[in-house]
C-alpha cells in the first residue's frame, strides 16, 4: 500500500487556461472567498506578485519547481497555466514528474513516437489507473498542455523496487553507481534530517512507526536527490518543470538542497501552492518555524482547499495501521 497524500480526492469538471487569464472559476470547494486565495507572494521580496510578474521572473530560471497538494484540481491547472505560458514565451521546458519513475522509461519512449497523442494514451502507456496516484483527471490538464506544445515528458523519480528496497535495507539496497551518482554519502547536515523527521512524523499525524523513521529519512533523502539529478541532467536546452508534492520542491532539505549539490550550472526557482486556512488571514500565518527556512519556497500561490476535513482524523485507522506493518510511504508529498 501506497500512502501518497493524507487527503481524499474530489473530482471536478477540469478547465484549461489561457496564458494571460485568472482563474475565474476555482474547483477546489471550500474557502473560496479567503482573502487571500489567488494571490502570489513573493518571499524573497516579501510582498505580493501578478500573475505576468511571476511569470517574467521564473522565465528567467532554467529549472522551475511546481509543489503542489494531489488532489487538489486547481493546483493542477495553475501547472498547466505556467507551462502553456512559459510555451508562448518562447521556451520548450522538459516536463518531469514526481509520479513517474524510472521503470516506465521504455513505455514513454513508445509513446512519444506514437502518433497521435493524446492524455488518455499517455496515462495508459504509463499504466497510471494502478499507480496509486490520484485519479488522471487530476493531471490532464498538464499533460494536455505538455503534449499541445510537443513538450518531453520525463520521469523524476526512482523506481518502485528501489524504494522498496531503500525502506528495507537502506543504504545497502542502492547500487554502488547510484550511490556514486547521487553522492548518497554525503547526507543532509544533522540539523536538516532533524527538521525532516520532525516534518515526516508531523505528515504522519505522529503515528510514523518508530522502527521505521531513520529510513523513512533517508528514502525521502534519495528521491529528493534522484529527482534533482534527473532533472539536472536532462539535457534539456530551454530547461525543466518538475511537478511534484510540496514537501519535495522545499528549498531547505529537498530537491533545490540536493540540486546545489549535485548540479553546479543552472538556476532554479520554486512555486508552492498553497491551501488556505480559515483561520490564516494573513501570509504570515503560513509560515514554517525552522531554523532554516520560514517560507522555504520562493513564491506562495494561494488557492482554495480541496477538503475541510481533518486530515489526521479522516486516515487515523490507516495510519495506526501503518505503525504496525512496514509499507512503502512518500513521506513529505
Known amino acids: 500500500m501506497t500512502i501518497k497524500s493524507i487527503s481524499g480526492l474530489l473530482i471536478f469538471p477540469l478547465i484549461l487556461l489561457s496564458a494571460c487569464s485568472s ?168 540539523i536538516l534530517e532533524n527538521l525532516l523527521k520532525t516534518e515526516i512524523q508531523k505528515s504522519h499525524c505522529g503515528y510514523a512507526p518508530k522502527n521505521l523513521l531513520d529510513k523513512m529519512v533517508f528514502t525521502q533523502f534519495v528521491k529528493d536527490a534522484h529527482m534533482a539529478w534527473a532533472i539536472g541532467n536532462s539535457r534539456n536546452q530551454n530547461g525543466v518543470v518538475l511537478i511534484a508534492g510540496l514537501g519535495h520542491v522545499r528549498k531547505d532539505w529537498a530537491v533545490p538542497f540536493h540540486f546545489k549539490r549535485l548540479i553546479p550550472n543552472g538556476t532554479i526557482t520554486t512555486i508552492a501552492f498553497l491551501e488556505v486556512s480559515q483561520k490564516g488571514r494573513d501570509v504570515h500565518y503560513y509560515r514554517i518555524n525552522t531554523e532554516t527556512s520560514e517560507l522555504p519556497y520562493d513564491y506562495i500561490w494561494f488557492t482554495p482547499r480541496v477538503e475541510i476535513m481533518d486530515a489526521c482524523e479522516k486516515f487515523k485507522k490507516q495510519l495506526k495501521r501503518m505503525q504496525t506493518k512496514s509499507v512503502n510511504v512518500d513521506v513529505t508529498s
Open 23 to 190: 482563474i475565474d472559476h476555482w474547483q477546489s470547494a471550500y474557502n473560496r472567498d479567503h482573502v487571500l486565495v489567488g494571490k502570489i507572494w513573493s518571499t524573497n521580496e516579501a510582498r505580493f506578485v501578478g500573475q505576468d510578474e511571476l511569470i517574467a521572473d521564473i522565465n528567467q530560471h532554467d529549472f522551475v519547481l511546481l509543489g503542489e497538494t494531489h488532489n487538489n484540481p486547481d493546483h493542477h491547472i495553475l501547472q498547466a497555466y505556467i507551462i502553456k505560458s512559459l510555451v508562448n514565451l518562447g521556451r520548450r521546458p522538459l516536463v518531469a514528474f514526481e509520479m513517474l519513475n524510472m521503470s516506465q522509461i521504455d513505455n514513454l519512449i513508445k509513446f512519444s513516437e506514437s502518433y497521435p497523442k493524446s492524455s488518455e494514451e499517455f496515462f495508459k502507456a504509463v499504466n497510471w489507473e494502478n499507480s496509486g496516484w490520484p485519479d488522471k483527471k487530476l493531471y490532464t490538464p498538464i499533460v494536455d498542455e505538455a503534449l499541445a506544445a510537443n513538450l518531453k515528458i520525463s520521469p523524476a523519480n526512482i523506481s518502485r523496487k528501489k524504494t522498496k528496497r531503500l525502506m528495507k535495507l537502506g543504504l545497502n539496497g542502492l547500487s554502488p553507481r547510484l550511490i556514486k551518482q547521487l553522492r548518497l554519502n554525503n547526507t543532509l547536515p544533522k
